[in-house]
């Protein structure tokens, strides 16, 4: 018996959350997966709200309803496209170790989960907790930023540095493009085009097309001056990319791009859903 996709989705009841359950719920509907909500309640907010006259047992209370809530509305709009099932669970601890657990008890395929994206960029790209839950998850992490609402993405753009894994990771985003007929653009940027990187493209060509049977895939080389971030996210603009998409393993492009290089221009980044896949 094969088992149901399990996505989880962190909310904190802040806009970018609620538009991450969104998300949550129309993967949810494509993949027939059962969707598990988790709060992680912040115990000096609440202690703080508690100071007055409603104690920190009522709050827990109200927070638990508002949990509910969201799912009787979820449950309302997708278990009748798609969705299997949509329940909530209120898990006191460490925001992201805690986010983590529930995730590895639920045997979780997909975390998805908001990031505040530019109001965060002094501190982080894409949010502190998010870059630490993309860091430390062993499953793959979709982030939605603030404003970002739900539309069905017309093109997937994954960032290759050719790695053995991408037969892995293209294979995750045909699944996906497909319940969309989207397509797909892999795409390798650099600063200036060498023949290593030409052969490189050629034989990473070669070796996807038998493998992938997709029809609406691209192969794309690109050289800009800037640096590879921004030569990226050139591309995305250009070639009207709707998902971002990287591979984040120890050796991966994904360090390079946004450890390393992400300069405070790259703003479309931060304002489109970003996909960021694991392997093994």
Known sequence: MNKTFTII??????????????????????????????????????????????GIDDQYGFINKKLQN????????????????????????KTVDTILEFAESKNADLIVMGTEGVNDFKKNFIGTR????VDRSSV???????KVYFKAPRK??????????????VQKIVELAG?????????????KIKVIDKSLHLTMVQELKPFIRYEKIN???????????????????TSKGDVLVTLSTKKSWFDQLFAQNLSRKMSYFINKPFLVLKTA
Do not use: M
């Open 219 to 237: 192969y794309v080389l690109k050289s800009y001056r800037d640096e590879p971030g921004l030569g990226l996210e050139n591309y995305l603009i």
């Open 130 to 133: 998010a870059s630490k839950v």
């Open 9 to 54: 989705c962190p909310t904190d009841f802040s806009e970018c959350s609620l538009n991450a359950i969104e998300y949550a719920a129309k993967l949810g509907e494509k993949y027939n997966a059962d969707l598990f909500l988790v709060h992680v309640p912040n115990k000096e907010d609440y202690q703080k709200l508690s100071s007055g006259t409603i």
């Open 179 to 191: 319940f969309f007929e989207s397509e797909i653009d892999i795409v390798h940027v650099g600063t």
């Open 70 to 93: 969201l799912v009787q509305t979820v449950n309302e709009e997708s278990l009748t496209k798609g969705l299997k099932s949509c329940t909530a669970e209120f898990v006191e601890g």
């Open 140 to 146: 793959d992490v979709f982030l939605i930023p603030r």
């Open 156 to 169: 997937f753009v994954y960032a290759t540095d050719y790695l053995e894994e991408d037969k892995i990771a």
